[in-house]
């Protein structure tokens, strides 16, 4: 029953239809755009592209309304039951957004011998700006101390027993990601609270979640969320960050002050109504079925080595672990020549080290990624050439 519901919506995806022969599997670096988005921006820009917060012409207060639209739908995209547009900004990514978080949040909340928890093995994005306000502060002779969040070996999970008691009446934040993308896992969000306790921040990295599954931050307990509006079907240069209301006066809208991302606004409005449309909870049900299809097909074949959670669909009927991405390594073949062999398929796939922290995997794995739009046909067609190399 899904399939027709999924060939109409893939084909939706205009650079599918224009590149057949060609399978795009790296959907966790950056996502393809339906057509819905493409429209959008060709309209704003064919009709009432203006600059947005001045002027009193209807151009202008035109874009103003999409961008305060924007910003109110990324609350209620992330499950904000109230969400007010002063508890979002938008920014260029979610690389900018934890860097806002660190400067113009946090740097301020830190006293000398306080400590903040820092994901090493995460994205490097949600690791250097926590290291920024060490140094910053270090030079203002402040002195604080960043803690490693524990991870379990070979699973790719925090440690959540480890956590708690890593977690020091001096600890003033914890820095963590919803799914992981290198090892694919939903890194359990009411364990990471439970473990910290009810008073510490929490900012949670949502890139590979926003856009992917419905979130529900009305039950997750996080104090900031931050995503990558083009891995969410936005156009690059779009992101935001999410502020819990009692954090909210910390977020300084810079946009307002100089010219924001019109564009990018307008596309990330038209991403969320698509997704919506599209209904994110069959979105993330789709995907996972595909990587648990993946995830079996190689437990199958010997050569390779899958990271991260390694349970499949049938075997995890409650809580499924394992999301939209999978990495691996094969026995013999590095992974970047891998990559390039793949592609001698048509197969897209991202190889290497995926921008992980420095106390992730050293020897770098083949990621395989997918969104909305991938099919089992593209799947298939990635394991027969995985097979033909086993
Ligand atoms: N965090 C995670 C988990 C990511 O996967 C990425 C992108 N690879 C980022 C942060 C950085 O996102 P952006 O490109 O929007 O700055």
């Not at 008691?165 to 090892?183: G, I, K, L, M, S």
Request: charged fraction near 20%; include cysteine; aromatic fraction near 6%.
């Amino acid at each position: 029953a899904l399939e027709p519901w999924h060939r109409e919506l893939r084909a939706q995806f205009p650079i599918l239809r224009a590149a057949p022969g060609l399978a795009y599997l790296d959907s966790a670096a950056t996502s393809q755009k339906p057509q819905a988005v493409l429209d959008a921006v060709q309209t704003y820009l064919t009709t009432a592209n203006a600059n947005a917060g001045r002027g009193s012409y209807p151009w202008a207060n035109r874009t103003t309304a999409l961008v305060e639209k924007a910003r109110q739908q990324v609350g209620e995209a992330l499950g904000d039951p109230c969400p007010d547009t002063s508890q979002v900004l938008l920014t260029s990514g979610a690389t900018e957004a934890l860097r806002t978080v660190a400067r113009d949040w946090l740097a301020d909340q830190l006293a000398d011998g306080d400590e903040v928890v820092v994901p090493f093995a995460d994205h490097q994005a949600n690791i250097t700006p926590w290291q920024e306000v060490r140094d910053l502060l270090a030079r203002r002779g402040i002195h604080v101390r960043l803690r490693p969040m524990p991870y379990q070996s070979g699973s790719g999970d925090y440690d959540h027993a480890a956590l708690a008691e890593a977690v020091t009446p001096r600890t003033r934040f914890v820095a963590t990601t919803h799914v992981h993308h290198v090892y694919g896992n939903d890194m359990n969000v009411h364990r990471i609270r439970a473990a910290v306790g009810p008073d510490v921040p929490i900012c949670l990295d949502a890139s590979q979640s926003v856009g992917h599954q419905p979130i529900r931050l009305d039950t997750l307990d996080v104090d900031f969320a931050v995503f990558s509006g083009h891995k969410a079907l936005a156009l690059p240069g779009t992101g935001a960050l999410w502020a819990r209301q009692a954090r909210g006066p910390a977020l300084r809208p810079a946009g307002w002050a100089g010219t924001p991302n019109t564009v990018g606004a307008v596309s990330l409005s038209a991403a969320l109504d698509w997704l919506r449309a599209a209904d994110t909870a069959r979105v993330h049900r789709w995907t996972r079925a595909l990587t648990a299809r993946l995830t079996d097909a190689l437990s199958r074949l010997g050569s390779y080595q899958v990271l991260g959670c390694r349970t499949s669909l049938a075997a995890e009927s409650t809580v499924q672990r394992r999301q939209s991405l999978v990495s691996f390594r094969h026995r013999a073949i590095p992974s970047g020549d891998l990559g390039f062999v793949l592609f001698d398929s048509g197969l897209m796939v991202r190889s290497d080290q995926h921008c992980q922290g420095g106390s992730g995997e050293r020897t770098g794995s083949v990621r395989v990624s997918t969104h909305a739009y991938t099919s089992v046909d593209e799947i298939d067609r990635l394991v027969e050439a995985l097979r033909a190399l086993d």
